[in-house]
T-cell receptor, first 116, second 109 residues
């Protein structure tokens, strides 16, 4: 297991097109998070799953964004009708819920989206 | 509102000099505070968390609830410490992280 993986690593698309990103978490990690990072900013929370259930969505996640984790393993993040403002690094992280107060999140390398 | 503030975008020091990366937060309740680090061409990774009260790679951070601060310190900087550092807080139950804007630390030889 080499950690959290994301595919693709880079995506260039034209405004108005749909894009889909994939995240494969660390095996047996039951929580999966999506974050977005724009230039000069820290990562911003988008949504998270526990197993296959999507438990929270940020207000940043407009109706054009949808995320799924159908079998509680990998997750996809789809952006419909992309806009130039969607250009960012999309980060995925996973964690294993345990008995501690905080469960360390392990981050993937990110998918860099450029909308022309 | 939950917020993390890192006032410095860039901090440049010479090798062997002390380093302090500032972090202030606002949170209603008892937060869990962290420092994450991103070295060049590597992924974001946890450096340390306040609850563990440990020193990692010579770095320490003390949570000051009165000043709502969680500054990261190291007495003698090394060139390999050059990286992007993010302060973050965690929301109870969800573990979602709220990040600051980050501080780039440059350590010159």
């Amino acid at each position: 297991d080499t950690g959290v993986s994301q595919d693709p690593r880079h995506k260039i698309t034209k405004r108005g097109q749909n894009v889909t990103f994939r995240c494969d978490p660390i095996s047996e990690h039951n929580r999966l998070y999506w974050y977005r990072q724009t230039l000069g900013q820290g990562p911003e929370f988008l949504t998270y799953f526990q197993n296959e259930a999507q438990l929270e969505k940020s207000r940043l996640l407009s109706d054009r964004f949808s995320a799924e984790r159908p079998k509680g393993s990998f997750s996809t993040l789809e952006i419909q009708r992309t806009e130039q403002g969607d250009s960012a690094m999309y980060l995925c992280a996973s964690s294993l819920v345990g008995t501690g107060f905080y469960n360390e999140q392990f981050f993937g390398p990110g998918t860099r989206l450029t909308v022309l | 509102a939950q917020r993390v503030t890192q006032p410095e975008k860039l901090l440049s020091v010479f090798k062997g000099a002390p380093v302090e990366l500032k972090c202030n937060y606002s949170y209603s309740g008892s937060p869990e505070l962290f420092w994450y680090v991103q070295y060049s061409r590597q992924r974001l990774q946890l450096l340390l968390r306040h609850i563990s009260r440990e020193s990692i790679k010579g770095f320490t951070a003390d949570l000051n609830k009165g000043e709502t601060s969680f500054h990261l310190k190291k007495p003698f900087a090394q060139e390999e410490d050059s990286a992007m550092y993010y302060c973050a807080l965690s929301s109870y139950n969800t573990d979602k992280l709220i990040f600051g804007t980050g501080t780039r630390l440059q350590v010159f030889p």
